[in-house]
């Protein structure tokens, strides 16, 4: 996964968009996110944009959560090939693995951020859920919840939670 792009210049120099090596079709952030030097050139990393809004989407839903009494477990748990957003215990003590879908923009012509979980993405989460209560020995109550997050100028507009989102087979 690319999280970022180089944008190399001399030191003193201001860096361009000719000095960055960047992605087709992917827009990027003006903020760097780690800059530093090798005694010639100034090396700045930048975010793909995308990356950035579902970051902020991510801290936006664990917020979310958490005001409504829930403990976050672990956040972004990979196992092979899946990962999961959130992992958390709800108030009523139901460890729920959930998918944070983020947007930036009300009609972004995606569809809605929670039609977006298809049923590869569910088969994921349910493989990661699988080896992450394997890992703590949990054999109890699971659910899966879907947390949609729609974000205007980086600022959130609205956050649904979708309990129950879908049940493996």
Excluded: C
């Amino acid at each position: 996964m690319v999280i970022g792009i180089l944008v190399i210049g001399r030191l003193g120099a201001i860096p361009n968009n000719s000095d960055a090596h960047r992605l087709p079709n992917h827009q990027y952030t003006n903020t760097p996110i780690h800059q530093y030097t090798n005694h010639q050139y100034l090396i700045t990393i930048i975010m793909v944009k995308h990356l950035e809004t579902g970051i902020l989407g991510e801290n936006a839903a664990a917020e979310f959560l958490e005001q409504q009494g829930w403990r976050i477990a672990e956040r972004n748990w990979r196992s092979g090939r899946g990962e999961v957003d959130i992992i958390a215990w709800s108030e009523e003590e139901i460890l729920v693995f959930v998918e944070v879908k983020t947007r930036s923009g009300e009609g972004s012509g995606y569809g809605s951020p929670e039609e977006s979980v298809d049923a590869k993405k569910q088969d994921q989460l349910v493989r990661a859920a699988g080896a992450y209560m394997e890992s703590i020995d949990y054999e109890w109550e699971i659910r899966f919840d879907v947390v949609a997050v729609i974000l205007k100028d980086g600022k959130v507009l609205e956050i649904r939670h979708v309990e129950d989102a879908f049940f493996p087979m």
